[in-house]
């Protein structure tokens, strides 16, 4: 308990300061954006709110959004359930499947009834509000904001896209307690972190009004001051780098805690049962997050293609520098690391991938490969919890490796895209020092809301269904005791 403390404890020491700069705006929304917001984050905005002549969306941006909405389902069912699959132990296999198919069908479902207006609909700046309970007023006619200025997509289409963001994020910390928890605890610890967790953060990060509302000053001003509190702050998180990783790992964290280690745990075997399968999810995983990152842009434009670069080479960056480092001081390179360093360079260039350059793309996957190891192995052993598989020591240290350098790779004097002006609109001045320091802000307040809420929604889950599944289930495995079904018959 004292080093689980000890890390909520450790976010209070980030600093805190920033500018206000973009991130994704909500459907519903007037159009709005910050003098400091990228050309890169915007969310939608309803047809009533939208100029006069009725806007007409873009059919290639449209077409685009489509698939990148796909792309991201592909990576949860199945990318990530096969990653995590092949990770645990053959007894455990169609558990941990079940659980991140189930998550995901039930974060769908609670999106619509009112997770997409908690989100993005205004409201204050730490939740939205609930004008469009069960999608109420969202409609084939309506429409969404772009990160341009009189661009638009069908609402619907964001509506989806986001969505998917909501799912894998909550599917993302079952690997944390994988192997030794009740499912009926799964699924509500997901409705309740879903809730409290993830809409909250979803709304301070890309909560914003759309960059049509930006003329003036003024109505910069009046921007600012409806947006989310993060947005606000000026944290740059292109696709999720706190919303996404950093929220699930610290839920994970806090799990791995409060759950226990599993039974045998430094005393058996407990290596992964498939590394096959844990290969092929990696590969849907990458494959799969070209729609994550560059569908985060909402646009088929150059910035696309600019966050898809980014993906590609930051994650192959990483792959390498992880296996080098394995071969180097464990004397032979495994594919096991080759994997993991390939989601932790997606990870940590998932925060950073339509602000900055190549180049910048290519030092954050390489650090990232290298930071991450340490984080599955001498942080891991430092904090002493059972983190099955390695969620906070990759997901957590990637997204905040990833969400700070943003604020260094950002400039333009280092390849970076800058931070846009709305009123001049043009990129304008960038001054390092606080755009990190709004990084700062953003990857503080994740780490102490979201280790928090789950804190809380564990003890809730104890003490209403139970944790943990009682030993001699969990001796015999999850398959059997939990679902009845084994994944191999010998």
């Known amino acids: 308990m004292k080093k689980l403390l000890a890390i909520l404890l450790m976010a209070i020491n980030l600093g805190m300061s920033g500018v206000a700069l973009a991130a994704d705006t ?136 986001q969505a998917t963001f909501a799912a894998i994020t909550t599917a993302l910390i079952v690997g944390a307690f994988a192997e030794r928890i009740k ?58 780098g706190t919303v996404v990783h950093i929220n699930a790992a610290m839920a994970g964290i806090v799990g791995a805690f409060l759950i226990g280690k599993r039974v045998g745990y430094g005393k058996e075997s407990m290596t992964p049962h498939s590394l096959t399968m844990t290969m092929v999810g990696s590969a849907l995983l990458w494959v799969g997050w070209f729609g994550f990152n560059a569908g985060s842009n909402l646009e088929a434009t150059g910035l696309a293609a600019l966050a898809m670069v980014n993906t590609l080479i930051a994650t192959a960056a990483a792959t390498m520098s992880w296996m080098m480092a394995e071969w180097l001081f464990k004397g032979k390179p495994s594919m096991l690391g080759a994997a993991s360093g390939a989601v932790a360079g997606l990870v940590a260039i998932t925060p950073a991938c339509g602000f900055v350059g190549p180049m910048g793309a290519i030092f954050i996957g390489l650090l990232a490969g290298v930071v991450c190891l340490w984080g599955v192995n001498g942080l891991k052993k430092m904090l002493g919890a059972d983190d099955a598989l390695d969620v906070f020591g990759v997901h957590g240290v990637g997204g905040i490796l990833g969400s700070i350098l943003t604020g260094v790779f950002v400039s333009p004097s280092l390849g970076g895209t800058g931070v846009y002006d709305y009123v001049a609109n043009a990129v304008g001045e960038f001054n390092m020092v606080a755009q990190v320091t709004s990084q700062l802000w953003g990857v503080g307040m994740v780490v102490i809301w ?16 139970g944790l943990r599944v009682p030993e001699d289930e969990e001796r015999e495995g999850l398959d059997i005791t939990s679902h009845g079904e084994s994944a191999y018959h010998y």
């Open 450 to 465: 979201s280790g928090a809420v789950a804190f809380i929604c564990y003890k809730i889950v104890d003490m209403t269904v």
């Open 183 to 240: 499912f009926s605890a799964v699924l509500l610890f997901s409705v309740l972190w879903f809730t409290f967790s993830y809409l909250p953060m979803a709304h301070m990060v890309w909560y914003w009004d759309g960059p049509d509302a930006i003329t003036d000053a003024a109505s910069l001003d009046k921007v600012v001051a409806g947006a989310g509190f993060l947005w606000a702050k000026g944290a740059l998180d292109f696709a999720g």
């Open 26 to 161: 909500p459907a519903d929304a007037a159009p709005v954006a910050a003098a400091a917001a990228p050309a890169a984050d915007a969310a939608a905005v309803p047809a009533e709110a939208a100029p006069a002549a009725a806007p007409v969306p873009n059919k290639g941006d449209t077409a685009w959004m489509l698939m990148a909405t796909v792309l991201v389902i592909l990576m949860t069912i199945p990318g990530l359930a096969l990653f995590y699959g092949g990770l645990v132990r053959s007894k455990n296999m169609l558990s941990v499947l079940m659980q991140v198919f189930v998550i995901f069908s039930l974060i769908s479902v609670l999106w619509a009834v009112y997770g997409y207006s908690v989100a993005f609909t205004g409201g204050g700046a730490f939740f939205g509000g609930f004008d469009k309970l069960f999608l109420m007023g969202v409609t084939p006619e309506s429409v969404g904001a772009t990160f341009s200025k009189g661009v638009y997509i069908p609402e619907l289409v964001f509506v989806a896209f």
